[in-house]
């Protein structure tokens, strides 16, 4: 006769291994190198349609080693990149410096970074992938953080690149899509919205067919 008594169930804090601390990962990533590792040129969805914008204070979330703050400083922009690292940020100056531009550098966690109200004429989020807690936190706050009238420009990957061997991030859980960018992008009017394969090459970091969503989303006003 078959045992009436209830399955023993592990809890998955006890099987699975534990993440790797984030900033661990990208100070290691971004200081074990002077390469830069997703290059030093900016994203193609950014460089195709930042120059139709004007100029203005503009915000780069999880900016990295500055590729595209630097990008969009020698654009005219007022740019402040932030990135939760202080290696990636060095290197950001760094760059800035080289290509004569004025780059304000923060090193802060998104989780608690305050992006503050009706600071921003431009946000900038590129591959800037987050624990879906921090990234429905900044995604919620920028209907208030933009100006009116301003924009948000984001490239993600989405839950199909998962196992591609590409880049991005190691579980679905950190990823975007449409449908979750509709939910969490309250009161910001969309202009551009898609999702395609694309090749993506960025430096030794980004390599290959990539599965990506494109946002393009303003405040009314």
């Given amino acids: 006769m078959a045992s009436t008594q209830p399955a023993t ?10 993440m790797p601390d984030p900033r661990t990962v990208w100070e290691g990533r971004y200081g074990s190198t002077a390469e830069f590792v997703y290059g030093t040129d900016p994203n193609d969805f950014l ?23 630097v990008y969009l400083a020698e654009l005219g922009h007022r740019v402040t990149s932030v990135d939760l690292t202080e290696a990636g940020m060095a290197k950001a100056a760094a ?4 290509r004569g531009v004025n780059l304000t550098t923060v090193v802060a ?11 921003w004429d431009l946000v ?19 209907a208030t953080a ?4 301003g924009r948000l420009i984001l490239e993600a990957y989405t839950p199909d690149q998962i196992g591609r061997g590409t880049g991005g991030p190691p579980v679905p859980e950190l990823t975007m899509d449409l449908a979750r960018l509709d939910e ?16 993506v090459i960025e430096g030794p970091g980004h390599t290959g067919d990539g ?5 393009i989303a303003r405040r009314p006003g």
Avoid at 95 to 98: F, G
Avoid at 146 to 149: A, D, N, V
Avoid at 211 to 215: H, K, L, R, S, Y
Wanted: aromatic letters at 4%; charged letters at 25%; proline letters at 9%.
């Fill in 184 to 199: 969490e992008l309250v009161g910001l009017e969309f202009e551009h919205r898609a999702e395609f394969v694309r090749s």
């Fill in 146 to 149: 933009l100006r009116p009238g």
């Fill in 9 to 18: 169930v592990t809890p998955m804090s006890e099987t699975s291994p534990p």
């Fill in 211 to 215: 599965a990506v969503v494109q946002v």
């Fill in 109 to 119: 966690d998104l989780a608690d970074y305050n992006l503050g109200i009706d600071r």
């Fill in 47 to 69: 460089a195709e349609v930042a120059p139709d914008l004007a100029s203005g204070d503009t915000l780069c979330l999880a900016d990295g080693e500055g590729r595209n703050g």
């Fill in 124 to 142: 900038v989020s590129i591959f800037a992938h987050t624990p879906p807690p921090t990234r429905r936190r900044i995604h919620c706050a920028l």
């Fill in 95 to 98: 760059l800035a410096t080289e």
